[in-house]
């Protein structure tokens, strides 16, 4: 394995398609070689599944590094923690004799929550988008946006505001708008969650300084993808956290300087959960052989995720924002047995025909898009021992090289940690 993680710096594995790349799989590869890992944004929108051995775990919250109990795992004051479910992976972990003491979890106290007011808001503006004509963003239903609302609005309530039955009950004072959904048992529920949380609040960006001073090696695990940012993305049918690498620093309360390594993770094909553009989208026969071949359902909701080939102009254009300093490609052996692969090159206007291979930058700009999907031959059946002696699967990284100008680092060829391999040239 070559060295993605540098003594004294931190190393940023993210999605570079629409989240669900598999990244939990390279995380958790990552983390053994790791001293601190951490979540730095979103929240239990995002699914991580890890396979080990026989046993397959999915964390919302928790980062992956949390099954090597020599990481120190660390969330971060960017995201926004649904207690009840933190509470639950909490349990959930422990009870496959994972430790969770305090001294390996850092949680800071400025993480702001989601409450069932959120949840319930996130739902109804949902259906008050399809009532009046709008599609919907197809959200988890998580309370996210809500969520991050609130934050934007001031008038959110903090993770380490359930440290006392004072300090919340008056930041509830404060937001009567985050009442909703509450009764005495959940207040009663949330205040001993608190306290059984308060042990592990702690200034997350301190903690990751002092681990750089110390020269560990600091992993940063983004969620979701790229293409998902609240700017960069497909807006409105994006997430409502910033997902690129700087704002990825900014999550965890440290400088952008000390990433030294942005991991860009992407499928050798493309899936998208919820609405939006999505060029390259597969329907008929070959959507469903990709979505059953490849598991596409979403960890988190369960739904069926919508498949498509690899876009290369998007990838090209998200690897630039977050200046990638390599890729790595998952579950390209789902491709496996297919006569060809399409991959979009370029996308072209459908009303003038013209050609172009930049990012559309507004969202009627998508409504005339048409993918220009190339073919290139497909591999047949891989070697487990040496998959990249195989000719065509060599070429097919290379080409993605050629189009992003990023080296792929690692190949992906299963879920479990041992079918992979890395590129050294
Ligand atoms: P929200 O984050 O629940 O508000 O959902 C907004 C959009 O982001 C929807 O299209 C979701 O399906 C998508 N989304 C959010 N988190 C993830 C993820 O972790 N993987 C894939 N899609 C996600």
Redesign the pocket.
Known sequence: MPSLLHSGKATLVM?AQ???EGKGKLVDMLAEKADVVCRVQ?GN???HTIVVGNKKFVTHLLPSGILHPHCHVVLGAGLVIDPFVLEHEFNNIESHGVSLSPDRITLDPRAHLILPAHKIM?QKREESRSSAGTQK??????G??PAHASRAFRDGIRIGDLRSKEVFISALENSPSLREGLDQTNIENLLKIGQKLKPYFRDASAVVHNAFENNQKVMLEG???AL?DILFGTYP????SHLVAGACAGGIGIAPWKISEVVGVFKAYAT?????PFPGELSGTLDTWLREKGHEY????G?PRRVGWLDLVALRYIAQINGYTSLAMMKADVLTTLENVGVVTAYRNSETGELFQGWPLSTQAWDKIEPVVEFVPGWKHLDTENPLKNAELNSYIEFIEKHVQVPVKFVSLGPERSQGVWRTK
């Open positions: 999605g629409f989240g669900d979103g929108n995002a699914g996130d963003i197809g959200t988890t239903g998580r996210i946006g969620a979701q993808g998902l049918y994006v997430t409502s998208r959960v919820g609405n939006g979403g960890a988190t909701t739904r």
